[in-house]
């Protein structure tokens, strides 16, 4: 395989040559003076990303799972009462890590396909009077499903509610692709991670915090040492880190968030917009149906698209891998055999999404899928044509 054939997975995304190349650096000293003087500008353009002023940086060598445990334990003690609702694996395993630091999570099943309750969770809100409810948690972009939130709208019912709770956002596969108002919507956690929109390899939780959610963290009593946020903080307050940082991926991080703030974070996601309604039209030429219920919903970084009845998507996904050498999301959870995703976030273009597209063509016509050959790539050429 040549390797050069681009990735349509929903994480990790593909990598820019840029990043690459500022991650390709010997190693230095970490407690070295430049380490300080790297840290603390790097945080301030992080701030923009999340678009929080008052929120502060807090980053982890981890993945997105280790900005969940960094989030839930070092705000909540055991025995807390959480408020949630479930609509994909993700949303599932977040409510999964609450439970195994013994959190009382309180959870609103949904179909798969929908977003957060924002009604139900105001309810569930205005019925809790003693205020036991913690925290609220949103997953933003369900990876899963290809379904957003309005997080602003869970606020907005939480503030109806004169609800005290903390709001916790996973935005992994949000943040750096879709619009993200960390003070505007009030959000106390915000967690994210390295290899989403900021196309870069796995390896960093990176966290916002609300100062509510640091003075939480004073009292909170679940246990936590390695994701520990006070002594992150204090560590990074003199420029540096409490253990052995992971240079090179912050390298990359440096480059990313130069990329970012280039080219203007409005920008980036306008342009995820658009690369999301061009395989949107492809998709509707093919007939399929997105899983994400309604248009509202529609994440502009990853699409969840079932196949025809009597179609099992692994078997689509595995041919597109072993004939054309493409890699596609599988369904996961309820949805695995079902649906099959397209990632469509990071460093992505026209040309890249109509290859990709191309190559599910090919696949479907291969297993003989009621599907006309050519018909999406046509649509998602006519919308990236009469659009800029
Ligand atoms: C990718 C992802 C995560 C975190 O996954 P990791 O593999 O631990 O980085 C969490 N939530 C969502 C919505 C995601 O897409």
Redesign the pocket.
């Known amino acids: 395989m040549s390797g050069q054939n681009p990735i349509f997975i929903?994480?990790p995304t593909n990598m820019p040559d840029r990043i690459r190349k500022a991650m390709d650096v010997q190693t230095t000293d970490h407690r070295s003076p430049d380490f300080v003087d790297f840290l603390a500008p790097l945080f301030a353009d992080l701030k923009t990303v999340f678009k929080t002023r008052t929120g502060e940086i807090i980053t982890f060598p981890?993945?997105?799972?280790?900005?969940?445990e960094a989030a839930v334990t070092n705000t909540l003690s055991p025995g807390d009462k959480v408020l949630t609702s479930r609509f994909g694996l993700?949303?599932h395993?977040?409510i999964d890590l609450c439970r195994r630091h013994k959190l009382d999570v309180d959870v609103i099943e949904r179909e798969w396909g929908e977003g957060a309750p924002v009604d139900l969770l105001g309810a569930a809100l205005a019925a809790d009077t003693e205020h036991r409810i913690k925290a609220v948690l949103v997953?933003?972009?369900?990876?899963?499903t290809g379904v957003k939130s309005d997080v602003a709208a869970v606020r907005r019912a939480m503030d109806a509610a004169r609800h005290p709770a903390m709001l916790y956002v996973?935005?992994?596969?949000?943040l750096a692709s879709m619009d993200f108002c960390m003070d505007e919507w009030g959000v106390d956690l915000a967690?994210s991670?390295s290899?989403?929109g900021f196309m870069l390899s796995?390896g960093m939780?990176i966290i916002a915090v609300s100062q509510k959610a640091l003075r939480a963290a004073r009292d909170a009593t679940c246990p936590r040492a390695f994701l520990d946020f006070h002594m992150m903080r204090d560590a990074n307050q003199v420029g540096g880190y409490p253990y052995t940082p992971p240079l090179q991926i912050m390298m990359g991080l440096r480059e990313s968030v130069n990329m970012l703030l280039e080219e203007g974070v409005d920008n980036v996601f306008a342009r995820h917009h658009r690369m999301a309604s061009g395989v949107r039209a492809a998709i509707q030429a093919w007939g399929l149906e997105l899983a994400a219920k309604r248009p509202e919903l529609e994440s502009d970084t990853?699409s969840a698209i079932y196949v025809p009845e009597g179609f099992n998507s692994n078997e689509l996904t595995n041919h597109i891998y072993n004939r054309y050498g493409v890699s596609f999301g599988v369904g996961l959870g309820e949805m695995d055999g079902k649906a099959f995703r397209i990632g469509h976030l990071g460093s992505i273009t026209e040309v890249m999404i109509l290859g990709g597209l191309s190559a599910v063509e090919m696949g479907m016509a291969d297993l003989g899928y009621p599907v006309k050959p050519g018909s999406g790539v046509r649509a998602a050429q006519e919308y990236y044509r009469s659009t800029n």
């Open positions: 929903p994480g981890a993945s997105g799972t280790g900005g969940w993700f949303s395993k977040w997953t933003h972009n369900e990876t899963a996973d935005c992994v596969s949000s967690v991670g290899q989403k796995t939780a990853v």
